[in-house]
């Protein structure tokens, strides 16, 4: 089936610091991709939708600025945190429509920043 | 607005026990509706996909309904296993993928 690869899968980081996050769809292309933050016992919420050549859109709320998207390829998705603070600490996980219907994701990415 | 919400936040049962997740969502027309289990710091993995114009979806010990109407969507696993604790996400899609903030069960041996 079709899978969604993303790394890394833990990173912690010091405060200021960049940090990337990477999606791969491995057997198929993934035209859009769409990266989720998750706090803890709580519900995942979008914060944008990228889509290959082209600009992202970013959900009511998101700093732009602070998480870069870019897809570059069909099959690469890449969100980075910019000088990160303790309070972007939080799972992100990415997803890609595998066909119309439907939605495969990524193991997501656990970034602790100290 | 477009919600979805899911009660009991938690949930802890014997083994053995049938469970009964439910989710609900404000806005009746949906695209589609799906549950996921999560397990801790883990990504997400699709259980069942219901469409909207399908009552209920089964695979082996997983039965999930859907009644668009009253907005509302229950996921049942038959003789649970200490393997089912999870936490389980319900996803409504409407324009774009809405999730509720999850059930997390745990099954005791």
């Known amino acids: 089936g079709a899978v969604v690869s993303q790394h890394p899968s833990r990173v912690i980081c010091k405060s200021g610091t960049s940090v990337k996050i990477e999606c791969r769809s491995l057997?198929?292309?993934?035209?859009?991709m769409f990266w989720y933050r998750q706090f803890p016992k709580q519900s995942l919420m979008l914060m944008a939708t990228?889509?290959?050549?082209?600009?992202?859109?970013?959900e009511q709320g998101v700093e732009k600025d602070k998480f870069l998207i870019n897809h570059a390829s069909l099959t690469l998705s890449t969100l980075t945190v910019t000088s990160a603070h303790p309070e972007d600490s939080s799972f992100y996980i990415c997803?890609?429509?595998?066909?119309?219907?439907?939605?495969?994701f990524g193991s997501g990415t656990r970034l602790t920043v100290v | 607005k477009q919600e979805v919400t899911q009660i009991p936040a938690a949930l802890s049962v014997p083994e053995g026990e049938n469970l009964v997740l439910n989710c609900s969502f404000t806005?009746?027309?949906?695209?589609?509706l799906q549950w996921f289990r999560q397990d801790p710091g883990k990504g997400l993995t699709s259980l069942l996909l219901i469409q909207s114009s399908q009552r209920e979806q089964t695979s082996g010990r997983l039965n999930a309904s859907l009644d668009k109407s009253s907005g509302r969507s229950t996921l049942y696993i038959a003789a649970s296993q200490p393997g089912d604790s999870a936490t389980y996400l319900c996803a409504v899609r409407w324009d774009k993928l809405s999730f509720g903030a999850g059930t997390t069960v745990t099954v005791r041996a």
């Open positions: 997803s890609a429509p595998t066909d119309p219907r439907r939605y495969t």
């Open positions: 057997d198929f292309q993934a035209t859009t």
């Open positions: 806005d009746s027309a949906i695209y589609n």
């Open positions: 990228s889509n290959e050549g082209s600009k992202a859109t970013y």
